[in-house]
RNA sequence: GGGUGAUUAGCUCAGUUGGUAGAGCGCUUCCUUUACACGGAAGAUGUCGGGAGUUCGAGCCUCUCAUCACCCA
């Protein structure tokens, strides 16, 4: 069946693939003839994913390095899997009950929930794995990984895995070593998914805000004389105060200050450092009186350089606290809004304004239960509240005021403020009005940072609460190591300078998420042993947990319950017996009990489960099947790591830490950092600027191999990676050039018998297609080793079109059409060799269009994916004479075609050609191959001349110069024209190399090659020149 | 504010220890010549962001300025 006109990419590829399939193509081990193994691990996308640009990109670079390899003979595997993604789950799920009418998650409780979880994934989970498979990855599908496999609550018909073993394991195992540790600490909270989330799934965008200027009264009406000073000294503003001015972006935070901070050396405050001032909110009755300290961290040059401390909502202030040991009250619900527990305000005061005195003695867990809400303002959203409590503030004459910028009159540049930049905040404006007022609230619109969650969209609060961490500081070191000792290495080399300065400056890491879908953290909590000294008391009277007493809880921290049994049995002595609550939705930490001759005591696990990325973390063995002894931890430590440098903490870092952690050993050599995939613009892709490419799409118009071609051209090392429909359409058409390249061969009646081996070719042109295999083989393989895939695709693309296509098919015409059986049957084998190298060489990048040529052969002894990849070098297969001859050769007909296009000579018409002095080479050259000369440069014939005629075109040429005797046809004047620009060009050069022979320094200090070769190249030029010399003193003859 | 990178042909980008600039697309002209119009042939276009320095020699190294992008505060 002859050959179709162009690939049909649309079914072909299909069929390609599950051919590949059907037959375990892509198995780990397949077509493997040595020991050493080639791993890479695929990032697995989220179990909601769906393929975008960015997985095309990288999938392209994994798939080509994974079959590169395989054809090597590695033992390969490219590991797939999925990502369970906590929250990004969750959400989807919830909002899946929410369209169906089902219950929400609340309602159904916690089990039922995940149950609904499984089933999604079940139904819909997991798409992006076939999207993968539109795009040729030759992923071991078998081996398909996920990050929940072996949880407690996957139902049966889940693919089995252990992949929760390896978590619980590493999990208890770092807490043993006291690597993991439970702590009150200020997280990043947030309100909508109610979840503690880490610094790296918040985004920091800047919005319009306002900073809102108050006054805090001093105690007892007590005043101070406040001084402002210029640079120089000068006194620019004095008065007398009875309150001290701060400044904040956040009013409804003023509830938990434990304090005003001024910087040590601001003078300005001196005199009231260590008095109380009172917080200027809340029933004037219980106003709660705060110290004024000295720290650090207020910024002398900042707002009024006083800063107001409100510990458990602000980062910063945070630390001033711990410093300071100021209490830290929280204020909020784990929705954001105002607390509404505790005792009425009140006595909450009260309590409070002790602790300020130094009456009262107080301890993190007291503090935590302490609501500082007034009444007034409980329950209130975050928002709602800050309305509140500026309005509160300025009816009661506490806020700064200034000038009114819309009043004109004599009082408008009075004032305290040295700001102007005032103006009214949207909440208070109140609307056109008669008369307006002289005097108005100091406040400043400015632009603020204020945090994101990434998936919730909402205002990220400060919160804080207990949550589990890891001791990053303890386990970075070999991490650091690794890539500093070159055991790893990040490419581009930038990724290792921002991997240092984020590893140096680590945090402690919170791995606990206030989530349901995810990993349950495996320890039970129960009271410590001081607390049981009343168990008679606590037990008779009812009380259950101990919720205002978490400090004397104890953790037990086992894979399973029964470990954690066991260690509670230890702890507690026989006299107690252990088990465990039931899992509620609102447990109590423990509770009390008798059975029997014992005491009983039920344990409580702890709800939350732990971040996503804690798994993802530990993908580069867990998904091998460690814990276990399987025989793929052969695989580990993978070879390289290929993902956008956006994760590189996320994830890369994390990897890196846990394996250096777990098994102490850097979990692969290579580090492949890629840019964000964007539009042709170089704009990022959102469906709200509906620039948006899908990969899918791309397939569907110009088939996978076309994408993929187009990914691997533009993966230059840290480039910038813009996706243009254009060029995929244009790597489209190479594929169809390839196509009809073999179209060509059978059009010749070339036989097709199967692999083609290579002769020791006598033919000129065989020889030299052969020295260019070798060169090009070799460009590849040193740009696929320095993951320089753009240099692979360009060297392909140069080689099969511009070399194969235009040069060598076309000089084989005369051998396949002439009478020279010998030579015709050489050709007729090289050029099916050839044509089998380029299929060879091309396939890690065009899987599908490759495979298909491949297999028109009658026999094959293998697929394609699964063929030998060459190892052949340009030393082996370049000869040097034929190299230098087809070259001249190529050159001499770019010339004539040259000349005759720009003097007009019909593109159609045979021309005779003249040459004077040629020497025995450019003979030679000449004798060998005037066919081909001829036949593409449409010559009629040679001959030779001593001096050409008048009017005749000149091509001046190594060994010889030629010329086209075109007396009727040559236009004089365009053609001086020609040779003199051709001269003008030269002379550039000339003067380049003549400057610098003529230097004795360049003579003196360059490399002796670098001497020669100018020289060489001066000789060249030179004569080039004399030839057009004398070219154009015929021309000038004639006109 | 800190960090990283970028600025090369009309557009999108390459350019690997400093040796005198390239590709694709687009554009112009010609060509349906039996592999291919998703093609062939020919052609035009660059003070390599500005300035200074090191060097015999700088797109590449150093400094500086300008503009832009991304990451982290």
């Given at each position: 069946?002859?050959?179709?006109?162009?690939?049909?990419?649309?079914?072909?590829?299909?069929?390609l693939?599950k051919?590949?399939?059907?037959?375990?193509?892509?198995?780990?081990?397949?077509?493997a003839?040595?020991?050493?193994?080639?791993?890479?691990?695929?990032?697995?996308?989220?179990?909601?994913?769906h393929?975008?640009?960015?997985?095309?990109?990288?999938?392209?670079?994994?798939?080509?390095?994974?079959?590169?390899?395989?054809?090597?003979?590695?033992?390969?595997?490219?590991?797939?899997?999925?990502?369970?993604?906590?929250?990004?789950?969750?959400?989807m799920?919830?909002?899946?009950l929410?369209?169906?009418?089902?219950?929400?998650?609340?309602?159904?409780?916690?089990?039922k929930?995940?149950?609904?979880?499984?089933e999604?994934k079940a139904?819909?989970?997991?798409?992006?794995?076939?999207?993968?498979?539109?795009?040729?990855?030759?992923?071991d599908?078998?081996?398909?990984?996920?990050?929940m496999?072996?949880?407690?609550?996957?139902?049966?018909?889940?693919?089995?895995?252990?992949?929760?073993?390896?978590?619980?394991?590493?999990?208890?195992?770092?807490?043993?070593?006291g690597?993991?540790?439970?702590?009150?600490?200020?997280?990043?909270?947030?309100?909508?998914?109610?979840?503690?989330?880490?610094?790296?799934?918040?985004?920091?965008?800047?919005?319009?805000?306002?900073?809102?200027?108050?006054?805090?009264?001093l105690?007892?009406?007590?005043?101070y004389?406040?001084?402002?000073?210029?640079?120089?000294?000068?006194?620019?503003?004095?008065?007398?105060?009875?309150?001290?001015?701060?400044?904040?972006?956040?009013?409804?935070?003023?509830?938990?200050?434990?304090?005003?901070?001024?910087?040590?050396?601001?003078?300005?405050?001196?005199?009231?450092?260590g008095?109380?001032?009172?917080?200027?909110?809340?029933?004037?009755?219980?106003?709660?009186?705060?110290?004024?300290?000295?720290?650090?961290?207020?910024?002398?040059?900042?707002?009024?350089?006083?800063?107001?401390?409100?510990?458990?909502?602000?980062?910063?202030?945070?630390?001033v606290?711990?410093?300071?040991?100021?209490?830290?009250?929280?204020?909020?619900?784990?929705?954001?809004?105002?607390?509404?527990?505790?005792?009425?305000?009140?006595?909450?005061?009260?309590?409070a304004?002790?602790?300020?005195?130094?009456?009262?003695?107080?301890?993190?867990?007291?503090i935590?239960?302490?609501?500082?809400?007034?009444?007034?303002?409980?329950?209130?959203?975050?928002?709602?509240?800050?309305?509140?409590?500026?309005?509160?503030?300025?009816?009661?004459?506490?806020?700064?005021?200034?000038?009114?910028?819309?009043?004109?009159?004599?009082?408008?540049?009075?004032?305290?403020?040295?700001?102007?930049?005032?103006?009214?905040s949207?909440?208070?404006d109140?609307?056109p009005?008669?008369?307006?007022?002289?005097?108005?609230?100091?406040v400043?619109?400015?632009?603020?940072?204020?945090?994101?969650?990434?998936?919730?969209?909402?205002?990220?609060?400060?919160?804080?609460?207990?949550?589990?961490?890891?001791?990053?500081?303890?386990?970075?070191?070999p991490?650091?190591?690794?890539?500093?000792?070159?055991?790893?290495?990040?490419?581009?080399?930038?990724?290792?300078?921002?991997?240092?300065?984020?590893?140096e400056?680590?945090?402690?890491?919170?791995?606990?998420?206030?989530?349901?879908?995810?990993?349950?953290?495996?320890?039970?909590?129960?009271?410590?042993?001081?607390?049981?000294?009343?168990?008679?008391?606590?037990?008779?009277?009812?009380?259950?947990?101990?919720?205002?007493?978490?400090?004397?809880?104890?953790?037990?921290c086992?894979?399973?319950?029964?470990?954690?049994?066991?260690?509670?049995?230890?702890?507690?002595?026989?006299?107690?017996?252990?088990?465990?609550?039931?899992?509620?939705?609102?447990?109590?930490?423990?509770?009390?009990?008798?059975?029997?001759?014992?005491?009983?005591?039920?344990?409580?696990?702890?709800?939350?489960?732990?971040?996503?990325?804690?798994?993802?973390?530990?993908?580069?063995?867990?998904?091998?099947?460690?814990?276990?002894?399987?025989?793929?931890?052969?695989?580990?430590p993978?070879?390289?790591?290929?993902?956008?440098?956006?994760?590189?903490?996320?994830?890369?870092?994390?990897?890196?830490?846990?394996?250096?952690?777990?098994?102490?050993?850097?979990?692969?050599?290579?580090?492949?950092?890629?840019?964000?995939?964007?539009?042709?613009?170089?704009?990022?892709?959102?469906?709200?600027?509906?620039?948006?490419?899908?990969?899918?799409?791309?397939?569907?118009?110009y088939?996978?191999?076309?994408?993929?071609?187009?990914?691997?051209q533009?993966?230059?090392?840290?480039?910038?990676?813009?996706?243009?429909?254009?060029r995929?359409?244009?790597?489209?058409?190479?594929?169809?050039?390839?196509?009809?390249?073999?179209?060509?061969?059978?059009?010749?009646?070339?036989?097709?018998?199967?692999?083609?081996?290579?002769?020791?070719?006598?033919?000129?042109?065989?020889?030299?297609?052969?020295?260019?295999?070798?060169?090009?083989?070799e460009?590849?393989?040193?740009?696929?080793?320095?993951?320089?895939?753009?240099?692979?695709?360009?060297?392909?693309?140069?080689?099969?079109?511009?070399?194969?296509?235009?040069?060598?098919?076309?000089?084989?015409?005369?051998?396949l059409?002439?009478?020279?059986?010998?030579?015709?049957?050489?050709?007729?084998?090289?050029?099916?060799?050839?044509?089998?190298?380029?299929?060879?060489?091309?396939?890690?990048?065009?899987?599908?269009?490759?495979?298909?040529?491949?297999?028109?052969?009658?026999?094959?002894?293998?697929?394609?994916?699964?063929?030998?990849?060459?190892?052949?070098?340009a030393?082996d297969?370049?000869?040097?004479?034929?190299?230098?001859e087809?070259?001249?050769?190529?050159?001499?007909?770019?010339?004539?075609?040259?000349?005759?296009?720009?003097?007009?000579?019909?593109?159609?018409?045979?021309?005779?050609?003249?040459?004077?002095?040629?020497?025995?080479?450019?003979?030679?050259?000449?004798?060998?191959?005037?066919?081909?000369?001829?036949?593409?440069?449409?010559?009629?014939?040679?001959?030779?001349?001593?001096?050409?005629?008048?009017?005749?075109?000149?091509?001046p040429?190594?060994?010889?110069?030629?010329?086209?005797p075109?007396?009727?046809?040559?236009?004089?004047?365009?053609?001086?024209?020609?040779?003199?620009?051709?001269?003008?060009?030269?002379?550039?050069?000339?003067?380049?190399?003549?400057g610098?022979?003529n230097?004795?320094?360049?003579?003196?200090?360059?490399?002796?090659?670098?001497?020669?070769?100018?020289?060489a190249?001066?000789?060249?030029?030179?004569?080039?020149?004399?030839?057009?010399?004398?070219?154009?003193?015929?021309?000038?003859?004639?006109?």
């Open positions: 069946m002859p050959m179709e006109k162009t690939f049909d990419a649309k079914t072909a590829e299909p069929r693939y051919m590949w399939e059907d037959a375990g193509a892509f198995k780990a081990g397949a077509n003839s040595r020991d050493e193994t080639f791993c890479i691990m695929l990032p697995p996308p989220n179990v909601t994913g393929l975008h640009v960015g997985h095309a990109f990288n999938h392209t670079i994994m798939d080509m390095l994974t079959r590169w390899k395989r054809m090597q003979g590695y033992d390969t595997l490219w590991q797939p899997g999925l990502d369970h993604a906590g929250i990004a789950t969750q959400l799920v919830e909002k899946d929410a369209a169906k009418g089902l219950p929400k998650r609340t309602e159904m409780g916690r089990e929930f995940l149950e609904k979880v499984w999604w139904a819909n989970g997991g798409q992006i794995e076939q999207q993968a498979r539109r795009l040729g990855d030759s992923m599908w078998s081996r398909s990984a996920f990050t496999s072996g949880a407690e609550s996957a139902p049966a018909t889940e693919k089995p895995g252990n992949f929760h073993d390896a978590v619980l394991k590493v999990f208890v195992e770092m807490y043993n070593k690597l993991i540790y439970r702590g009150k600490r200020l997280v990043n909270w947030d309100p909508h998914f109610e979840t503690a989330i880490s610094d790296l799934e918040v985004e920091n965008i800047e919005v319009d805000g306002h900073m809102w200027h108050f006054k805090y009264p105690a007892g009406g007590e005043t004389e406040y001084v402002e000073k210029d640079e120089d000294g000068n006194v620019t503003l004095r008065e007398t105060r009875d309150y001290i001015s701060i400044a904040t972006t956040r009013p409804e935070t003023m509830l938990g200050d434990g304090a005003v901070a001024v910087h040590k050396d601001d003078e300005r405050y001196a005199p009231i450092v008095k109380l001032c009172e917080i200027p909110v809340g029933p004037k009755e219980q106003r709660r009186l705060i110290p004024i300290i000295t720290d650090p961290y207020p910024d002398m040059n900042f707002g009024s350089g006083a800063v107001k401390i409100t510990g458990a909502h602000d980062f910063n202030d945070y630390e606290a711990k410093r300071g040991n100021i209490p830290m009250y929280s204020l909020m619900d784990t929705k954001g809004n105002m607390r509404a527990d505790g005792k009425p305000y009140a006595e909450e005061a009260a309590i304004q002790a602790i300020a005195n130094g009456e009262q003695d107080f301890d993190e867990a007291m935590a239960a302490m609501n500082l809400v007034p009444d007034e303002y409980r329950g209130l959203d975050r928002f709602e509240a800050r309305k509140r409590v500026v309005a509160d503030i300025t009816a009661e004459g506490n806020a700064v005021m200034v000038p009114n910028p819309a009043a004109k009159g004599p009082g408008a540049e009075t004032g305290t403020a040295s700001e102007d930049a005032a103006d009214r949207p909440g208070l109140p609307g009005q008669p008369d307006v007022p002289a005097m108005i609230p100091f400043e619109s400015k632009k603020i940072m204020q945090p994101f969650g990434d998936r919730s969209k909402v205002v990220i609060e400060p919160m804080l609460t207990d949550q589990w961490f890891v001791d990053t500081a303890k386990i970075v070191g991490a650091l190591d690794a890539v500093k000792e070159g055991r790893t290495k990040i490419m581009p080399e930038s990724g290792e300078k921002v991997y240092y300065h984020w590893l400056n680590i945090e402690p890491w919170c791995i606990s998420r206030q989530l349901w879908w995810g990993h349950q953290i495996p320890v039970w909590y129960g009271p410590d042993r001081d607390y049981l000294k009343d168990f008679e008391a606590i037990r008779s009277s009812g009380s259950l947990g101990v919720p205002d007493r978490q400090n004397s809880l104890q953790y037990f086992g894979a399973s319950f029964s470990e954690a049994k066991a260690k509670a049995a230890e702890y507690y002595g026989e006299e107690y017996k252990i088990d465990e609550l039931a899992p509620s939705d609102n447990p109590s930490m423990f509770a009390f009990g008798k059975a029997d001759a014992q005491k009983q005591l039920s344990l409580s696990r702890d709800p939350d489960v732990l971040d996503t990325w804690f798994s993802s973390g530990l993908w580069p063995f867990g998904t091998l099947g460690w814990p276990a002894d399987d025989e793929a931890m052969k695989y580990f993978g070879d390289v790591l290929v993902t956008g440098q956006d994760i590189l903490f996320f994830w890369v870092a994390r990897m890196m830490m846990m394996s250096e952690a777990v098994l102490g050993q850097e979990p692969f050599h290579t580090v492949y950092l890629h840019q964000l995939v964007r539009d042709a613009k170089g704009e990022k892709m959102s469906k709200t600027k509906g620039n948006v490419i899908d990969p899918l799409d791309m397939i569907d118009a088939g996978a191999d076309a994408l993929r071609f187009s990914n691997a533009m993966a230059a090392l840290g480039g910038v990676l813009k996706i243009s429909e254009d995929i359409k244009g790597y489209r058409n190479f594929g169809t050039k390839l196509w009809n390249a073999f179209s060509f061969a059978e059009h010749y009646d070339i036989p097709y018998p199967g692999d083609a081996a290579r002769l020791d070719a006598t033919q000129t042109l065989n020889k030299w297609i052969i020295g260019e295999t070798g060169k090009v083989r460009t590849i393989d040193a740009a696929m080793e320095a993951y320089r895939f753009n240099d692979a695709a360009d060297a392909l693309y140069a080689f099969t079109w511009g070399k194969v296509c235009d040069w060598y098919l076309e000089f084989s015409k005369p051998i059409q002439g009478d020279d059986a010998a030579a015709k049957a050489e050709t007729e084998q090289t050029l099916r060799w050839v044509l089998d190298q380029c299929l060879i060489l091309l396939h890690p990048i065009m899987p599908f269009i490759t495979e298909e040529l491949w297999q028109q052969a009658d026999s094959r002894a293998k697929m394609l994916v699964h063929a030998d990849w060459p190892t052949y070098t030393a297969l370049v000869d040097a004479d034929a190299d230098r087809m070259n001249w050769v190529i050159d001499l007909i770019d010339n004539v075609r040259s000349a005759r296009a720009q003097v007009h000579v019909p593109a159609g018409a045979k021309v005779p050609l003249l040459v004077s002095g040629l020497d025995a080479k450019g003979q030679s050259a000449w004798d060998n191959n005037h066919v081909l000369i001829q036949r593409l440069a449409r010559i009629e014939s040679l001959s030779h001349v001593d001096d050409f005629p008048k009017g005749c075109v000149t091509i040429m190594e060994g010889g110069t030629f010329g086209i075109l007396a009727d046809l040559i236009d004089v004047a365009e053609e001086i024209a020609r040779l003199e620009k051709t001269m003008q060009k030269l002379g550039k050069e000339l003067g380049g190399l003549r610098r022979l230097n004795p320094k360049f003579i003196e200090s360059a490399p002796d090659e670098v001497v020669a070769e100018a020289k190249n001066l000789a060249l030029r030179e004569n080039e020149e004399a030839q057009l010399k004398a070219a154009i003193a015929r021309l000038a003859e004639i006109g």
